[in-house]
């Protein structure tokens, strides 16, 4: 008979706040608790779908502790009066450090760079050896502006990088100027930006945002980040973009087919390709996990969720 279940291990700190309000189930076997479940905490692993909500008449809350929520059918749980909440303010800076690691990484080739020390490539300092691009003096432009483009778009200015953006909503002047950031339609994005880094959640609108046709009208040797959501980007074209040298480079933290990664991107030495982390450190990871258990403890309390979705 477990109250709340939770499909990954919460920290202690979310186990005393939540233990009181009943029994914890999960992560093993979380499924087969979902029957008594009043509060279900889980990840974009998990689909929160018609059939798990069937499978959980009682629920009142899905906290899913990580910001996307294109994992969970907002319909359905809107039909069955279930709240959801997600974790948006935790990992801005953590995701806004990893795009940049990117950034830097990509331009400057420090994964190949890295491997080819490993592999016995470094025979010595070479005036032509291992050259990457300066970020200073080139232009960053950001697809989505909420906190975590913004959070790149305050990192861009100390490296000396000009910064434009496209987003739904444009900030107001006082925003802008403080990040000296300049909005632009989004054919100027592709075309003016040196770098394109994505920041939109995953929408029947930005699926594919980056097709082909996109990539076209960036500009040849521009590179392309993504921390935001894999499907954003058409992975295929991507790598034709990249084979046939129209993009220089590109960094990845997420992919079209999670786990899956594109083959013909692990056999180019200009991409850059990490495992989904751009919330993934200690402190990070305990804050989502908490405000996804407060977000629990306020629905059985009887309390408005403090960070809602849909
Ligand atoms: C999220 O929160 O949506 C991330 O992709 C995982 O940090």
Known sequence: MARIVCTFTLPDEAVDLLRPLGPIAGPEGWRESLADAEALLCLMTERVDADLLAAAPRLR?????????????????????????????????????????????????????????????????RFDGYLGADLAGRTLGIYGMGRIGQAVARRAAPFGMRVIYHSRTRLDAAAEA????????????????????????????????????????????????????????????????????????????VYEREPAVHPGLLDLPNVMLLPHIGSATVETRGRMAMLAARNVHAVLSGQPPLTPVG
């Not at 990117?102 to 080739?109: A, P, Q, Y």
């Not at 100027?188 to 930005?206: F, G, I, N, R």
């Open 61 to 125: 809350i899905v906290a899913n502790a990580v910001v996307g929520y294109e994992h969970v059918d907002l319909a359905a749980c809107r039909a069955r009066g279930v709240t959801v909440t997600n974790t948006p303010g935790v990992l801005t800076d953590a995701t806004a450090d990893v795009a940049f690691a990117l950034i830097l990484g990509t331009l400057r080739g420090v994964s190949s760079a890295e491997r080819s020390v490993r592999e016995g490539g470094f025979d010595g300092w």
């Open 178 to 253: 403080a990040l000296g950031a300049r909005w632009v339609e989004f054919d100027e994005l592709l075309s003016s930006s040196d770098v394109l880094s994505l920041h939109a959640p995953l929408t029947p609108q930005t699926r594919h945002v980056i097709d082909a046709d996109a990539m076209l009208r960036m500009r040849r040797g521009a590179f392309l980040i993504n921390t935001a959501r894999g499907p954003l980007v058409d992975e295929a074209a991507l790598v034709d973009a990249l084979r046939d040298g129209h993009l220089a480079g590109a960094g990845l933290d």
